[in-house]
Every structure is written in C-alpha cells, then in structure tokens.
C-alpha cells in the first residue's frame, strides 16, 4: 500500500557519500606558500537505503541545490563546509538554530563547487581551504592517501513513501567533512531542539505550522505511551530509524500531537496519527 506520511521535523547530520567512496582528478598545488588540494568527490548517493533505514530522493536534494543562495555561492568562491559537524559545546546545551545554519569560517576545511548528479549519484568538485588549520589538516592528509567522506548538514523533515522512510530535504546548509569513513557507520540524525523548532521552521520557509511550544511537558503515562509508541506507524519507524527502544518514550506534546522521544541529548518530535492521537486523547481525558 502505498503511503505518505510526515514523521516529524528534523535536523540533519550524517554522512551521505558512498560506503565506497572514490577521489578523481586530485591535484595539488603548493606555490608561494599556497598549498591546497583539488579533487572530485561523491557528497550525496541517491534512492539507496542507508545502514539507519533512510533513503533521499535525487529529485529533492537537486532542487534544494538549485536555489539563489545556493547558486551565489557556487558561483562566488564556492560553498564552504567544515571539518565535522557542529556540536554542543556543553553538555547540557544544544546547539542554537543559529550556530546549525552558519558555517563557522575558522574551522572550513574545504569548499564545494559545480555539484552534478551523475546516475545515483551526486559528484562535485572540492578544494581544501588553504587558510585554515582544517583545510591543512584535509590537505596534507589527502597527499597521504587519506580518502575523505563527506556529510549533509540540512533542515528536513522524514515521510512514509511506498512504504520506505524516506529524508525530505527543505534546505542545505552544506556538506561537511567528517571522520569516519563508512556510510554504513553514519552519524545519526538529529532533532532540532524542541526550543527552537518553531523558529529554524520559519528561518528555512518551512514546514511545522503548528508550534508546539518552548515550554512542553511530557506526560509519564507508561501504559498509554508504550501503546502509542509501538501502534503508531510513525513512531514505528522513527523508533526503528533512531534504535530506540520504549525506555527513549517519554511523553506527548502539550497538544497531544506528537510523541516525544528522547535519543543522548537531543528530543524528537514524532508526529502521531490521528487514530493513535485519538485513543491518547480518550485514556488521559479518563484520568481527570
């Protein structure tokens, strides 16, 4: 049967090139104290289902590639991405809205240019940023046979289509450099912090119409939350794509919209279904 669904509102950060991943056409160039490397690379592999059961649609990451912004900055210098994915830099506070959009520019280490889809696959030209710690770091590490993975920095939401949890992807920010090779182990995605959804929603011209508020509570109904959780076929997949189990169910949204989960540090936002949002509604209405 087929089935498109909203999941929920998310911030994403995992690696989105090949398992296998190939460097073509590298040159170097070190002259007058420039040293930088040039190369293509796969940033993105399309309509393949990665090791945490997500797949991304070709058609949609090219459309959010081929925006004005986008396009000024491939155009003018190329678009910079970091060395590794932003991170709290204190435990107990996430990252702000602000900080997930903006490049940090004392930590590029590379910058993409004149992206192409080719096949399933999205191939783009990279140069080393040669005026920062981390684009020396790439560099020099690319010169040692060191072949780079790249990750997509984005705002999307994720949806049921044909039966396959499928990324939407609302916009870019960019890709980044990370660490660790395999697709197979890729980061996890991340939800935005449930303070900031509403406001990183409206900064991309996106998507949740409804605010669920900075000030949501959860309710700690175990037997009605373990219903929810394992019933809805939202919060199936969710908790399939994420490994969480009925420890991660936390409560519901002020509005008894959406199921929270909690995944480390970060709050998901799992939209249920209107049968499941129903039966929430009648059990807690029968606790007062």
Same mark, same amino acid.
């Given at each position: 049967?087929?089935?498109?669904?909203?999941?929920?509102?998310?911030?994403?950060?995992?690696?989105?090139?090949?398992?296998?991943?190939?460097?073509?056409? $590298?040159?170097?160039?070190?002259?007058?104290?420039?040293? $930088?490397?040039?190369?293509?690379?796969?940033?993105?592999? $399309?309509?393949?289902?990665?090791?945490?059961?997500?797949?991304? #649609? !070709?058609?949609?990451?090219?459309?959010?590639?081929?925006?004005?912004?986008?396009? *000024?900055?491939?155009? *003018?210098?190329?678009?910079? !991405?970091?060395?590794? *994915?932003?991170?709290?830099?204190?435990?107990?506070?996430?990252?702000?809205?602000?900080?997930?959009? #903006?490049?940090?520019?004392?930590?590029?280490?590379?910058?993409?240019?004149?992206?192409?889809?080719? !096949?399933?696959?999205?191939?783009?030209?990279?140069?080393?940023?040669?005026?920062?710690?981390?684009?020396?770091?790439?560099?020099?590490?690319?010169?040692?046979?060191?072949?780079?993975?790249? %990750?997509?920095? @984005?705002?999307?939401?994720?949806? /049921?289509?044909?039966?396959?949890?499928?990324?939407?992807?609302?916009?870019?920010?960019?890709?980044?450099?990370?660490?660790?090779?395999? *697709?197979?182990?890729?980061?996890?995605?991340?939800?935005?912090?449930?303070?900031?959804?509403?406001?990183?929603?409206? @900064?991309?011209?996106?998507?949740?119409?409804?605010?669920?508020?900075?000030?949501?509570?959860?309710?700690?109904? %175990?037997?009605?939350?373990?219903?929810?959780?394992?019933? #809805?076929?939202?919060?199936?997949?969710? /908790?399939? @794509?994420?490994?969480?189990?009925?420890? %991660?169910?936390? !409560?519901? %949204?002020?509005?008894?919209?959406?199921?929270?989960?909690?995944?480390? #540090?970060?709050?998901?936002?799992?939209?249920?279904?209107?049968?499941?949002?129903?039966?929430?509604?009648?059990?807690?209405?029968?606790?007062?």
């Amino acid at each position: 049967m087929k089935r498109n669904s909203d999941l929920g509102f998310l911030y994403i950060a995992e690696q989105t090139s090949p398992e296998q991943n190939e460097v073509k056409n $590298f040159d170097v160039t070190n002259k007058d104290g420039v040293f $930088f490397v040039d190369f293509e690379s796969c940033i993105h592999s $399309f309509d393949v289902m990665n090791r945490n059961i997500r797949m991304y #649609d !070709g058609d949609n990451v090219m459309e959010c590639l081929n925006t004005e912004r986008m396009n *000024h900055y491939f155009s *003018h210098g190329g678009l910079f !991405g970091e060395q590794n *994915h932003p991170i709290p830099i204190y435990k107990d506070r996430p990252l702000s809205p602000e900080r997930i959009q #903006d490049i940090d520019m004392n930590n590029t280490s590379h910058k993409i240019f004149r992206p192409r889809r080719q !096949g399933n696959l999205l191939i783009a030209r990279i140069q080393s940023d040669a005026g920062t710690a981390a684009g020396m770091n790439l560099a020099k590490k690319m010169v040692q046979g060191f072949i780079p993975g790249f %990750s997509c920095r @984005a705002i999307a939401s994720m949806s /049921m289509k044909n039966g396959k949890p499928v990324v939407d992807v609302r916009k870019i920010i960019t890709y980044d450099w990370v660490l660790f090779q395999s *697709h197979r182990e890729a980061e996890q995605i991340q939800s935005v912090p449930n303070k900031f959804v509403h406001k990183v929603a409206n @900064a991309v011209n996106e998507y949740v119409t409804e605010e669920t508020g900075s000030e949501d509570v959860s309710v700690p109904v %175990s037997q009605i939350l373990e219903y929810a959780g394992y019933k #809805d076929v939202n919060a199936q997949v969710v /908790m399939e @794509a994420f490994e969480l189990d009925k420890t %991660s169910l936390v !409560g519901f %949204s002020r509005d008894n919209k959406h199921i929270i989960m909690k995944d480390s #540090d970060n709050t998901i936002y799992c939209n249920m279904l209107p049968e499941t949002r129903n039966k929430v509604n009648d059990y807690l209405r029968s606790l007062h």
